[in-house]
């Protein structure tokens, strides 16, 4: 079925816009991620908060991955009712309500978590009486992005020692996101902090990286147990920015319809910010590549318009056609809609629910 | 209740983040603009695209609203499920899923839509035939906002003639979004258009103006029928640097919890771009404001992470904190949840599904 033909069915069968996945190129990201983390011996954990479909969970995890991780709580309770095993929620959770979510969880299903302070780390005892299980926790470190994570080897190992003191309480290791520019200090700072917890009587069984563009680095930093990769299921205009995707490589795209055209240089989408979002992806120009109409910028959006700028184009779109749009960054698409469209030779095959998104804790 | 003890309840009983709504202050807010709109003698047509609830936009309607706006199809089909009736669909509708749809909406309630071009006008003679009833239809006008709408009144009468001639359709009227520096065009503009149509021998019976802003506006465009307001419902840190509103009408907060103080001069949300959206809200510095802690500056997002700079607070907020964000701009954040926690008096009233969310067509 040619392309315009799969545009007039899922445009017939579901209205535009409309949230696409092409599921052979997924499968092909998802043997190629697996291949990348086998090849360099780490274990591959994949982020789920790019879909939050146990569907798609359980084909990362059929193709090999160890497990998965999740950025909510509410993304693991939906994993584990979709019979997935072996969770690294990589936040901070805190609060009592938190707790017993995380205490009866723990009871079900293999749960770590990652903390970066010690009112975190004292709250998580409370989990693990609740669940009369151990809790195991990974301490996680900044080291260079000045996010999340403690700055220090220091403050890592003072904080291992403290969870290892807790009640119900098990320390597990590292967390860590490198950048480009900080892999000498990376792996100084996660030699120091495995020197000190070693020290103390401890280890590091689990060294967590992070980030589709660390594909390219898995096993530059020594001591890497597992990978946690989460936008290379799909791809996104974020990543053929940086190099770690081309466009044969992007599995899930927006179909959206010119909905006027009221001057030459101009038009309209029926895709704005409730479905593109204003997500700037890191800086780049305009909120998504049109594959139709590359030259066409979407320079802007009301709530349900995205705004064309057509003046580099040279054949510009009619109201009344149908483009496809890979976004700028696909993990805050995803948590926009209720389903997924996937499609597969060129049909439509299957409606996949993002089954956590709307789990706002 | 305090404000201490209702952030501790709606933390233990929902967790964080959380979308909280006033209903005193919503209620008067309503109340407010339908008084605005009385007074100057021009029906009160809510835009529901802020709260996508049937609930509040009943409260809307008993406090005497003519009838309601919605931006999406789906939006209005959840309106008249929910026992709405006398809506405008503000939006080029396009397409053969979408025609059956209006179509059948059509038979079960007062339905009016918008449209800028001959392609849309023509698709929704099939809508009216599916319908069996006349489908009202009004031009929707450019006057200096570059966004949807035909850019000169003789497009707009030509438009109004080419509905009035197709089967199915009426010409219903001119929609139009004035802009603070456009009212002496935006009249020439209008009484032109009108002038036209009169000599068509047709009846422009709405004039419909936008816009929370214009609600200061209202008279100042002479034919005005109604006037479609969304976002004074609630209102946030847009309608405060426009100064329609002042703090005490902002309705709507966001309650999160502070996770993260790796540095003195930093600190973590647990509220990111998938709660508080990257919404620029038209320029702002920082994406909300912290009710708490007014100098801090939200000053960029990880999906699930919002970046405080507390380099300017003198008291800053410790990890366990709950703060409330008044969002740059309520109508995405509010389209990111599932439900709305409702507060009286200070205490947790009730809870509100954000019914069409998810209502991507």
């Known amino acids: 079925m040619s392309i315009e033909r799969l545009k007039a069915q899922v445009a017939r069968e579901f ?71 072996d969770i690294l929620i990589s936040y901070n959770l805190l609060g009592a309500q938190k707790m017993g979510r995380l205490g009866a969880l723990l009871r079900r299903a293999g749960i770590t978590v990652a903390a970066d ?86 280890d590091a069984r689990i060294v967590s990286t992070g980030g589709t563009p660390n594909l390219a680095n898995l096993g530059r930093l020594e001591g890497t147990t597992e990978h946690r990769a989460g936008t290379c299921i799909f791809n996104d205009r ?56 590359p030259q066409a910028r979407i320079k802007g959006f009301a709530e349900e318009h995205g705004f064309l700028d057509l003046t580099a184009c040279n054949e510009r779109p009619k109201v009344g056609d149908v483009v496809r749009i890979v976004p700028n960054h696909v993990c805050v698409v995803v948590n926009m809609v209720d389903q997924l469209i996937a499609v597969r030779g060129g049909e439509v095959a299957d409606v996949i629910p993002v089954a956590a998104r709307g789990r706002l804790t």
Chains 1, 2 share one sequence.
């Open 238 to 293: 974020m990543m053929l920015a940086c190099g770690a995707a081309s466009l044969d490589d992007c599995a899930l795209t927006v179909y959206a319809t010119v909905v006027s055209r009221a001057a030459s240089e101009r038009g309209i989408l029926d895709s704005g910010s409730k479905t593109l979002t204003s997500d700037p992806g890191g800086g780049l120009d305009g909120y998504g590549l049109i594959l139709e109409h």
């Open 117 to 202: 302070n010690p009112t975190v780390v004292e709250g998580l005892t409370e989990a693990a009486r609740t669940a009369e299980r151990p809790l195991p926790v990974v301490v996680e470190c900044d080291t260079g992005r000045k996010r999340a994570g403690v700055e220090t080897a220091q403050e890592a190992v003072d904080l291992a020692r403290l969870i290892a003191r807790l009640p119900g309480l098990e320390f597990a290791g590292f967390m860590l996101y490198p950048t480009d520019s900080s892999w000498p200090e990376t792996q100084r700072f996660l030699d120091r902090a495995r020197a000190g917890v070693r020290e103390a009587g401890l």
């Open 15 to 85: 209205g535009t816009p409309a949230v696409v996945i092409d599921l052979d190129l997924m499968e092909r990201n998802i043997a190629r991620v697996q291949a990348i983390c086998d090849a360099a011996g780490v274990a591959n954990r994949p982020h789920v908060k790019t879909h939050k479909s146990p569907v798609l969970a359980r084909m990362q995890r059929d193709a090999g991955a160890r497990g998965i991780t999740c950025q909510k709580l509410g993304e693991a309770e939906v994993m584990v009712d979709g019979g997935l095993d």
